[in-house]
């Protein structure tokens, strides 16, 4: 193995206070820190953990495709694992949940002979279990990115729950400041769902509260509704299962019916 390492960790979704302490502790002891961050208060709670801390953030470039960003950011990761620095990377969310750069970069270091690892944090999915009160093991659970789920027509099960994300940026490969989101995007969800959904299926648009002692963004909403409710870059669209019809024949083979 070289002397280098890296260690991806996730900062958790709410400032600071979703951090664990192995996460802190890493933070703390790495010999290089880079960062990529969703408020400027966790880059200052960075800051004062590890003052060799640098955002990856100057790599998005206006209207460029965001793989180009992710390029950069595991490029600039690994020039500091190859100069044999244990380097800490620190993602908001979970570090694994659509984070293309840490799985990158994680393959490339082990490829290269280096160690490196990723630690486990709280993302928006746990947050959106919590707040709307969802078990996952009740009805089973689906999760795909909204455009993904588009585009290559993912197969699902209506009678279980579904999660959609980034609603609001249906269609946007690339990076822009400030974007508005994507109506005509969200009128085609809206239109590909109604194939299997009546318009008056209630659904909630959701967004995790950032802040301690701030309440989560929560509105409750009908399919045919969905393009009035109020849509951002981090919108989630949680869809609740329609009504599951038991197999009576997988019943008696169980022995589950009398």
Request: glycine letters at 6%; aromatic letters at 10%; one cysteine or more.
């Amino acid at each position: 193995m070289s002397e280098g390492s890296l260690v991806v960790v996730g900062a958790g979704i709410k400032l600071v206070s979703h951090a664990s302490r192995e996460t802190t502790a890493v933070i703390e002891e790495a010999e290089k820190v880079l960062y990529l961050l969703a408020d400027p208060v966790s880059k200052l709670w960075i800051k004062k953990l590890n003052n060799t801390a640098e955002s990856l953030h100057s790599c998005y470039k206006q209207s460029k495709p965001r793989i180009q960003a992710y390029k950069c950011m595991v490029d600039r990761i690994l020039n500091y694992v190859r100069k044999n620095l244990n380097v800490c990377v620190v993602f908001y969310g979970h570090p694994g949940v659509f984070v293309n750069p840490s799985h990158e970069a994680i393959r490339l270091a082990r490829l290269e002979g280096y160690h490196a690892d990723m630690l486990p944090a709280i993302s928006a999915e746990d947050c959106l279990f919590a707040d709307l009160g969802i078990d996952p093991g009740k009805s089973g659970c689906q999760s795909f990115e909204a455009t993904d789920f588009l585009v290559y027509k993912r197969r699902f099960d209506p009678s279980s729950s579904l999660i959609l994300w980034q609603i609001g940026v249906i269609g946007e490969l690339g990076f822009k400041r400030d974007m508005a989101y994507n109506l005509s995007g969200l009128y085609v969800l809206v239109e590909y769902l109604g194939e299997f959904y009546d318009l008056e299926h209630e659904m909630v648009v959701y967004e995790a509260a950032v802040y301690p002692f701030c309440e989560p963004d929560i509105q409750h909403v009908t399919l045919g509704k969905l393009t009035s409710a109020r849509i951002s870059q981090i919108s989630t669209l949680y869809v609740p299962p329609k009504v599951s019809l038991l197999d009576s024949n997988m019943l008696i083979r169980l022995n589950l019916k009398s």
